[in-house]
């Protein structure tokens, strides 16, 4: 008798927890293993760093295709990462967790590179979503931030340089010199 073949499975998505609490990093991955346990979701935490410098090692070294990234962290803060790691032209997608609703804090975040923000005090019911928005190209913006603050504040930028899109905006701050990859 022929077995049907089983189904094919996606690989587990890797996520790096970036957070200065040890006790709110083990909470995520602790959030993690339930959800690969009760609801089917395939996660795998290949790190945790509570600092830019242990974050950027670790990106490094283990490539997570998810980086959950607190925008306060020791000896530094989450937009300082998001500036090394974009020089570091890694392809893993950051989702910022932050007790920061203020709008500058967002718009420095997703300026940064970030494609996600997510408010800590929505953490609990609100993770997967974000999570999954931010794996399928799609930007994720907490409910108490308007994704109409974050547009905007880029048409500002759009204005200012003169530009139409994200990617005309970019290759113009590379040609002008004011970032560089």
Same mark, same amino acid.
């Given at each position: ?14 996520? =790096? ?6 006790? #709110? +990093? ?17 996660? +795998? ?9 242990? @974050?950027?090692? &670790? *990106?490094?070294?283990?490539?997570? @295709? =998810? ?11 989450? !937009?300082? #990462? &998001? ?12 989702? $910022? &967790? ?8 967002? #718009? ?25 928005? $931010?794996?399928?190209?799609? !930007?994720?913006?907490?409910?108490? !931030?308007?994704?109409? *603050? ?7 930028? #759009? ?6 899109? +994200? *990617?005309?905006? @970019? &290759? ?10």
């Amino acid at each position: 008798m022929m077995m049907p073949p089983s189904p094919v499975s996606s690989p587990p998505i890797s996520v =790096l927890l970036v957070d200065d609490c040890s006790i #709110f +990093r083990q909470g995520l991955k602790n959030w993690l293993d339930l959800c690969n346990s009760t609801q089917g979701q395939h996660y +795998r935490g290949v790190g945790q760093a509570a600092s830019v410098e242990q @974050a950027i090692k &670790l *990106t490094v070294d283990q490539k997570p @295709a =998810l980086i959950l990234l607190d925008i306060e962290l020791s000896h530094g803060d989450g !937009i300082k #990462f &998001l500036s090394h790691y974009r020089r570091l032209q890694q392809p893993g997608k950051v989702l $910022v &967790l932050s007790g920061h609703d203020e709008d500058d804090w967002v #718009f420095r975040a997703m300026q940064a590179g970030a494609q996600g923000y997510l408010l800590k005090a929505n953490l609990s019911t609100h993770i997967s979503s974000p999570m999954q928005n $931010v794996m399928q190209e799609k !930007i994720y913006v907490s409910l108490h !931030i308007t994704v109409g *603050t974050v547009k905007a504040y880029l048409r500002g930028i #759009f204005e200012k340089m003169e530009v139409a899109s +994200r *990617t005309q905006a @970019a &290759l113009k701050a590379l040609k002008l010199g004011l970032v560089t990859v």
